[in-house]
C-alpha cells in the first residue's frame, strides 16, 4: 500500500456558474457553487452529502475533469488542474483519477463484452500488450469478485450489483489514487448495497485509495467515510469527522438531515420536520441560504452571508449561531 | 376472514406472460388489511411488492397478466372476478393508489383542480364548478399554500414534493377507506420524505383509512407501519406487529436486512450483508427460495417449500428449521 503524506484532492474557493435559458433568450447565469474549501488526503474518503440540487454531483464532475470550474482552483497530487499549464498537468494526473457512477445500467455499453469495457481506459492509455490487458481484466474481475469468464458476457447478463463491479473494476483498470463514486449503490437493493460498500472499503485498504463518495444517503456515508461535507444550496454548510458529525450536527441543516433520516427503530422518537424545499438556483434566498427553513434563523441571517469557519480542530460550519458566539468574543 | 378485515388476498398467485410461458410474479399470497390500520410491505426489487398492489385493484394489462388463483375480497365481493364496470367504481372510490413517481403520474396539459376534480365528477357527479371548489378544499387537506392559485396552475409549476401532495388529494377525493400507497417516497429528497409521510400519518388519523405503505425502506416502514408483510422473491417471509419486527425478526432474510442497515452506524466496520442475488422469476429453485443466499440452509429447506407457520400470535414465518424449533406444539 503507498503510504505518503501527500493530500490527493485540494479544492479552493470553487465556484460553477451556468448558462441557464434556452435559444433567443439571453442566458442569465445561475452559480450552482458558491466558494467550496476541502482536502481530501491521500487513502481518505470525503463523504459529501446533501439533496438534489445541492451541487454535490457537480463538484464530483468537476474533480475529473468533465466540467471547467468558473472560479478557484483545484489541485490534483499537488498539481494545479485550473491555472494556466490546466491541460498538461492534468494530463499528467489523468490516469490517477477515476468514476464510478450512480446507473450501472447506463454506464456500460450494452453491445460490448464486459472484458471490453473492462480494458478500454487500457487501451486508451495505450501501454499494454494484448496478452498483459486480458491478463490484467482477469485480474480485475477477480478482484471485484466476478467470476473470470464474465470478460465474455454482456451487461444484460448481469444484475445491477454485478454491473457495478464491472464499473468498479474498469475504473480500477489503470491502477488510480483517487476515485469520485457518485452515488454508487443508490440504485441497488439493501442487500446489494452492503456488498458495494463493503468492497470499496476492502479496495480502499488494498490499494489506499482516496475516495470523494457523494451520496444523499446519510446511513451509507456513515459507514464509510472518515470525514463528511454537507451541501445545500451550493455551499459547503459543514465538514466534520464522521463520528462528530453524526453524533453532535452543529449546523440547523445538517440536524435536520440527519432527523428526517428515516430510522429501522419503530420506538424513535420523530423529531419534527422542517417546513419547506430546497430554494430554486434561479432565485436563490438572500444572506444565509438555509435561512427560510431553519428553525433557528436570526436578522442576520437574512442579511449575512455566513461563512465555513474552524470552530474546533477538523470542524468547520457555516452558520450564524457559531460565527455569532466568536465575534463578540474579546 | 377476520372481523375487521377491509381487504382479503387469499392465495393469490400472479403470472406474466414470458418467452418461456407463465410465469409466477407472486405466489401463495395471503394477507387482510384491516380497517384503519398502516399495513407496511417490504422488500427488495423482484419480491412482488407492487404487483402484490396493483392486483388489489386489478391494474395489470390482460393479456400478459392473469391471476391464476386466489380471491382478493372486499364487501364480500371477489375483486379478481368482478365486472370491469364495478371495478371502476372501486377504483379512486373504495380503494385508491399513489405511485412513487409523481412527475409521470399527472396529466401536463390538464390543471391542477382538473385532475384532482376528476375522479370526483365521475363518481360522485359533480359539476366543473364543484368540482374545482373540492378541489381547493383538498389541496388545503395537503398542506399545499396558496390553494386557489396552484389549483389553476400546470403540473410543470410544481416541485417534487407539491406534485406528490397532488397526488395524494387525487387519491383521497373520494374519502378511500384503502390508500395504497406504492413507494410513494423514493423519488423524493429527505427533508421533503418526512414531510410527506408526516402528511400521510396526519391524514390516515383525519380521514379513518387504512394505508398500505409499499417500501423497499426498513426505515420507513418502521416509522409508518402498524404491521409488516416481508416479501421475498414473490413471498410473503414474514409478517408482524412491527415491534416485532424490528425487535425480533426470525425469517434468516429479514435478520439479514436488519444486520445490514444497523451496522452502519460504526465508520469504517465492514457491512454485514447477505450474499448472491434475488433469483429472477422464473429460476427454478428448489424448495425455499432464499436457501441460496441462506447462511443457515439445511436439507430440509431444499426438500420442500416452506409454509408460512404462526410462531405466535400475528407473528408468522415461512423458514421451515425456525417454524419448527418456534411454533408452538400442535396437540
Known amino acids: 500500500m503507498p503510504v505518503t503524506s501527500e493530500t490527493s484532492v485540494e479544492v479552493r474557493d470553487l465556484t460553477m456558474s451556468f448558462g441557464s435559458g434556452g435559444a433567443g433568450r439571453r442566458p442569465t447565469m445561475v452559480q450552482v457553487l458558491h466558494d467550496l474549501t476541502f482536502d481530501i488526503g491521500s487513502a481518505e474518503t470525503l463523504g459529501l452529502v446533501g439533496e438534489s440540487g445541492s451541487g454535490k454531483s457537480t463538484v464530483g464532475r468537476i474533480l475529473v475533469g468533465l466540467l471547467k470550474p468558473t472560479g478557484g482552483s483545484v489541485r490534483l497530487f499537488g498539481r494545479s488542474v485550473t491555472g494556466a499549464d490546466r491541460a498538461a498537468n492534468f494530463a499528467a494526473v489523468r490516469s490517477r483519477v477515476q468514476f464510478v457512477f450512480q446507473d450501472p445500467h447506463a454506464a456500460l455499453n450494452p453491445r460490448i463484452r464486459v472484458g471490453h469495457s473492462i480494458a478500454e481506459p487500457i487501451d486508451i492509455a495505450g501501454k499494454h500488450s494484448r496478452r498483459d490487458r486480458d491478463d490484467r481484466v482477469r485480474q480485475l474481475l477477480e478482484l471485484v469478485g466476478l467470476p473470470r469468464d464474465s470478460a465474455d458476457r454482456f451487461p444484460h447478463e448481469f444484475s445491477g450489483g454485478q454491473r457495478q463491479r464491472i464499473v468498479i473494476a474498469r475504473a480500477l483498470s489503470l491502477s488510480p489514487d483517487f476515485v469520485v463514486c457518485d452515488e454508487p449503490v443508490s440504485a441497488l437493493d439493501v442487500s446489494m448495497q452492503a456488498q458495494i460498500v463493503n468492497l470499496l472499503m476492502d479496495l480502499q485498504d488494498r490499494f489506499g485509495l482516496s475516495y470523494l463518495f457523494i451520496a444523499h444517503d446519510m446511513t451509507v456515508v456513515r459507514a464509510i467515510a472518515r470525514r463528511v461535507a454537507v451541501m445545500y444550496a451550493g455551499s459547503i454548510v459543514e465538514i466534520a469527522r464522521n463520528a462528530d458529525l453524526y453524533a453532535d450536527p452543529l449546523h440547523p441543516y445538517t440536524r435536520a438531515l440527519l432527523d428526517a433520516m428515516p430510522r429501522p427503530d419503530p420506538t424513535r422518537i420523530r423529531p419534527r420536520t422542517i417546513p419547506g424545499e430546497v430554494p430554486s438556483l434561479l432565485a436563490p434566498p438572500s444572506g444565509c441560504r438555509f435561512h427560510t427553513r431553519c428553525p433557528h434563523v436570526m436578522p442576520r441571517c437574512r442579511d449575512e452571508s455566513p461563512r465555513l469557519l474552524e470552530i474546533a480542530p477538523g470542524r468547520q460550519v457555516a452558520c450564524h449561531l457559531f460565527t455569532a458566539a466568536e465575534t463578540t468574543e474579546p | ?331
Open chain 2, 1 to 331: 376472514m377476520p372481523a375487521d378485515a377491509l381487504v382479503s388476498i387469499r392465495d393469490l398467485t400472479v403470472q406474466f406472460r414470458t418467452d418461456r410461458g407463465w410465469v409466477s410474479a407472486i405466489e401463495d399470497i395471503s394477507l387482510d388489511i384491516n380497517a384503519g390500520e398502516c399495513l407496511g410491505v417490504v422488500g427488495e426489487s423482484g419480491s412482488g411488492k407492487s404487483v402484490t398492489a396493483l392486483s388489489i385493484l386489478r391494474l395489470h394489462a390482460r393479456g400478459t397478466a392473469r391471476a391464476a388463483r386466489g380471491s382478493i375480497m372486499l364487501d364480500g365481493r371477489d375483486l379478481l372476478r368482478a365486472p370491469e364496470r364495478d371495478l371502476r367504481r372501486v377504483r379512486g372510490g373504495d380503494i385508491a393508489m399513489v405511485f412513487q413517481d409523481p412527475m409521470s403520474s399527472l396529466n401536463p396539459v390538464l390543471t391542477i383542480a382538473d385532475q384532482i376534480s376528476e375522479s370526483l365528477r365521475l363518481h360522485q357527479g359533480l359539476s366543473r364548478a364543484e368540482g374545482r371548489s373540492r378541489a381547493i378544499e383538498l389541496l388545503d387537506l395537503v398542506r399545499i399554500a396558496d390553494a386557489p392559485r396552484r389549483a389553476d396552475e400546470y403540473p410543470h409549476r410544481l416541485s417534487g414534493g407539491m406534485r406528490q401532495r397532488v397526488m395524494i388529494a387525487i387519491a383521497i377525493a373520494c374519502r378511500p377507506r384503502l390508500l395504497i400507497a406504492d413507494e410513494p417516497t423514493t423519488a423524493l429528497d429527505v427533508t421533503i420524505q418526512a414531510q410527506i409521510l408526516e402528511l400521510l400519518r396526519d391524514l390516515r388519523a383525519e380521514l379513518g383509512m387504512a394505508v398500505m405503505m409499499i417500501s423497499h425502506d426498513l426505515g420507513v416502514i418502521a416509522e409508518f407501519a402498524h404491521r409488516v408483510v416481508v416479501m421475498y422473491a414473490g413471498r410473503i417471509v414474514e409478517q408482524a406487529p412491527v415491534g416485532t419486527l424490528f425487535s425480533a425478526p426470525r425469517h434468516p432474510y429479514t435478520e439479514g436486512l436488519m444486520t445490514s442497515l444497523r451496522g452502519r452506524d460504526i465508520p469504517g466496520q465492514r457491512l454485514g450483508s447477505i450474499p448472491g442475488r434475488v433469483p429472477d422469476p422464473d429460476e427454478s429453485i428448489p424448495g425455499c427460495r432464499f436457501g441460496p443466499r441462506c447462511a443457515h440452509v439445511e436439507a430440509v429447506c431444499r426438500a420442500a417449500v416452506p409454509a408460512l407457520v404462526s410462531i405466535s400470535e400475528n407473528h408468522d414465518v415461512r423458514c421451515t428449521p425456525r417454524s419448527q424449533a418456534l411454533a408452538p406444539a400442535c396437540l
